[in-house]
């Protein structure tokens, strides 16, 4: 039986940024287990997934982060932090620049219109859009100090007054002072250790996709509201049928109602083209290719603690949520984040009160995040006539009312009062 300061469970973004941060800047010994392996990686593209970022530790047959084709919306604190601690994203940025330096936020038959610009807040950007699979190559081909076993999945856990003894399927036990549960919004291991899970179903479907439009996007993001869901247009440069957009891309996630996505997925490229367009508008200009689709249903998921004894659950494990706003990923990495910092110099990670102080201190972020994602779904994703008018009214307010931007833009890039 090997010794190890922390075992990781779940090698998505979350669990190799974990890793990394945890052997370099805390200075401990730290295992990744991975149910994925790239000799037997298969195409995201053409897949259905469950949960928002990251994946299940018993999906590896039909997902691996290599070869995710999804993209994520890092925000401004997200990308300092990965930036601080060594992830550095200036190669992604010669890939695909990725710049949201513009918002805008609309109600598709309503007034309400919200504009937003960097430059109003003394900043460059608000975020840097990623291919996920691509960041998740940049942490992993660095040198790293952490041991990464894959593939192998958890197939039993031990849990005793000074540590875990966690055993894996290639037969090997691990015994560690900490166990992180990072495998995704569908971890079974997280109701192993005693961790309940909330569920409400949103009865709606994201589809996911890159599109070329006609018009530059001028590093302009948008999210515009409908009666069965948010469209979120990121810009993000990608090639579809062997042309590169260069100026012209985004990354699209088009939120439906369940009952409706089905039919949409089926529809031809040019059909869903002419149903994409009705639901964004003109603003720019034309769309004029899609790729590939991919779906995933739509819930929030988060368990009522975030420790237990010698365990720490983190990321989408620990709360999966709505993409819109895409709080997403940046919540989960003020998880590791938060995690790191708290285990710097300790003797002992998985001691009670050191859980204790880790779990405090992401409470309120924890807490304001999720409930401003669930109240934006459920302000936005209905056409009830009274919310639509307050809906509209917010908007319209949010666009002349200087501090209410400034708090609505700390608070989405990641730097407001509960983080």
């Not at 970022?53 to 290599?66: A, G, I, K, V």
């Not at 940025?93 to 937003?116: F, M, R, W």
């Amino acid at each position: 039986m090997s010794q190890q300061d922390v075992v990781i469970v779940g090698g998505g973004i979350v669990g190799c940024v974990l890793a990394k941060g945890l052997s370099e800047q805390a200075g401990l010994s730290v295992t990744l287990v991975d149910a994925a392996s790239p000799s037997n990686a298969v195409s995201s593209s053409k897949k259905s997934y469950a949960s928002n970022e990251s994946s299940s530790s018993n999906e590896s047959d039909t997902f691996n982060p290599l070869t995710d084709t999804r993209v994520i919306a890092l925000a401004r604190r997200t990308v300092n932090e990965l930036n601080a601690m060594g992830v550095g994203l200036a190669e992604l940025a010669k890939q695909n620049q990725g710049k949201i330096e513009h918002i805008e936020v609309s109600d598709k038959g309503g007034i309400g219109l919200t504009n937003l610009s960097s430059s109003e807040f003394g900043i460059n950007t608000f975020g840097q859009v990623v291919s996920l699979s691509a960041l998740t190559h940049n942490v992993m081909s660095q040198s790293k100090q952490y041991q990464h076993i894959a593939p192998a999945t958890v197939t039993h856990l031990a849990r005793e007054t000074d540590g875990t003894a966690v055993t894996l399927s290639n037969g090997s036990t691990i015994n560690a002072k900490l166990l992180v549960i990072a495998d995704g919004g569908r971890s079974s291991l997280a109701q192993q250790v005693g961790l309940t899970r909330h569920t409400d179903d949103y009865q709606q479907v994201a589809i996911i996709f890159n599109a070329h439009t006609s018009e530059p996007h001028h590093n302009k993001a948008y999210e515009r509201f409908t009666k069965n869901g948010p469209v979120a247009f990121l810009p993000f440069d990608s090639e579809i049928n062997g042309h590169v957009a260069k100026g012209q891309g985004f990354s699209v996630v088009w939120t439906v109602a369940r009952e409706h996505a089905e039919s949409l997925i089926q529809l031809s490229p040019e059909a869903f083209i002419h149903r994409l367009q009705q639901e964004f508008g003109y603003r720019q200009g034309q769309i004029t290719a899609i790729s590939e689709l991919a779906s995933y249903p739509l819930a929030l998921s988060y368990t009522n603690a975030l420790t237990s004894h010698r365990v720490v659950v983190v990321g989408n494990a620990a709360q999966a949520l709505h993409p819109i706003a895409g709080q997403g990923f940046n919540l989960g990495l003020r998880d590791i984040i938060t995690l790191v910092n708290t285990l710097k110099g300790v003797a002992d990670p998985g001691e009670f009160n050191v859980l204790k102080d880790y779990a405090a201190k992401r409470s309120k972020d924890r807490t304001a995040t999720i409930t401003l994602t669930d109240t934006l779904v459920r302000t936005f994703s209905n056409s009830h006539f009274p919310l639509v008018a307050a809906r509209n009214m917010a908007l319209t307010a949010l666009n002349v009312m200087p501090s209410a931007k400034r708090a609505f833009v700390q608070q989405t890039t990641g730097y407001g009062r509960s983080v």
